[in-house]
């Protein structure tokens, strides 16, 4: 059964530092991986989304790397910003192609 | 941006109270779907729906769940007898070609509570 962990559960930084987040997943058998953030009471946003076949995906100042063999993957914010704040969710699709199995987040905090 | 609606943002129910819980996905897309997230715990996936069908569903969409499009914009979800413990975030989210190459957008949820 396939479980994903996320490390740290809980991250506070100052702000303009770059950070990195993790992922872990048991199976390596996935279709995909996405990395979401999700603000208090609100839905999920869809940040990169990483094929099993690619190594790693960018947007703006956000990076995304996948090791599919290691059932590892990182999410790098660079110079953070006090909007960033937020819970970042890693999720991978695999077993039924349609359905996600999220990690329980990490819960980010950046402090000007 | 296009987005996915939910309604509404808050339901309070009676235990035994059948809820209908409504999302409007996005307008070309073909794939929806339903998630959960108890407070505290991991988002969980309920169902998926295509072509007016479920795909896919987990343990816990039980025969007290039923998905349905009934007409060409919205999808609901219902709950038939709710028990304590449906008490959670549903979200609702779609996607266009389905979950191998492409992102899911998700709603805001709907907040339901069960006393």
């Known amino acids: 059964k396939q479980e994903v962990t996320q490390i740290p559960a809980a991250l506070s930084v100052p702000e303009g530092e770059n950070l990195v987040l993790n992922c872990s997943f048991t199976?390596?058998?996935?279709?995909?991986l996405q990395w979401f953030r999700q603000d208090p009471g609100k839905g999920l946003t869809s940040l990169l989304l990483?094929?099993?076949?690619?190594r790693e995906q960018t947007s703006g100042r956000l990076n995304a790397s996948l090791d599919k063999s290691s059932g590892r993957s990182t999410l790098y914010i660079a110079a953070s910003q006090p909007g960033d704040s937020a819970t970042y969710l890693c999720a991978v699709c695999s077993g039924g192609y349609n359905k996600l199995i999220f990690g329980a987040g990490t819960r980010l905090a950046v402090h000007p | 941006e296009p987005e996915v609606t939910q309604t509404p943002s808050h339901q309070v129910t009676q235990m035994g109270q059948e809820v209908i819980l409504r999302c409007v996905p996005i307008s070309n897309h073909l794939y929806f779907y339903w998630y959960r997230q108890i407070l505290g715990q991991k988002v969980e996936f309920l169902v998926s729906?295509?072509?007016?069908?479920?795909?896919?569903k987990s343990e816990i969409f039980d025969d007290q769940f039923s998905v349905e499009r009934p007409d060409g914009s919205n999808f609901t979800l219902k709950i038939r007898s709710t028990k304590l413990e449906d008490s959670a975030m549903y979200f609702c989210?779609?996607?266009?070609?389905?979950?191998?190459?492409?992102?899911?957008?998700f709603g805001s949820g709907t907040q339901l509570s069960v006393l």
């Open positions: 729906f295509y072509n007016n069908e479920i795909s896919e």
């Open positions: 990483i094929q099993s076949s690619q």
């Open positions: 199976d390596s058998a996935i279709y995909n």
């Open positions: 989210a779609s996607s266009e070609m389905g979950m191998r190459n492409e992102k899911l957008f």
